[in-house]
């Protein structure tokens, strides 16, 4: 049974950091990829990052380019999304989301199957 399970949301100041984790179970990240997505109060949900199966190939929304970073632990069945430079517009719920695939990690959503609870974040001083 596949899950994926986030957490690490909470309240920052603007400029402060976060890291959330997805910790997954029920297949093998090393065989998929797996993206953050987003959706913020009023809006759609929209594409954050992706890493891909092997680990190497880690891809941004221009929105979070040179302030967040995905990363993972296979150990741990876990991916992490470390968020700096914290700003307002970037209070929502978080959600990891796995991938079809194991090389595709973009912004279409149809092509990801399974998907956590969401972890809320909010920027806010």
């Known amino acids: 049974q596949v899950q994926l399970v986030e957490s690490g949301g909470g309240l920052a100041q603007p400029g402060g950091s976060l890291r959330l984790s997805c910790v997954v179970s029920g297949f093998t990240l090393g065989n998929f990829a797996v993206s953050w997505f987003r959706q913020a109060p009023g809006k759609g949900r929209e594409w954050v990052s992706g890493?891909?199966?092997?680990?190497?190939?880690?891809t941004y929304a221009d929105f979070v380019k040179e302030r967040f970073t995905v990363s993972r632990d296979i150990a741990k069945n876990t991916v992490y999304l470390q968020m700096n430079g914290l700003k307002p517009e970037d209070t929502a719920l978080y959600y990891c989301a796995k991938s079809k695939f194991s090389f595709y990690s973009g912004y279409y959503q149809p092509d990801y199957d399974f998907w956590g609870q969401g972890t809320q974040v909010t920027v806010s001083s």
């Open positions: 890493l891909d199966s092997t680990g190497t190939d880690a």
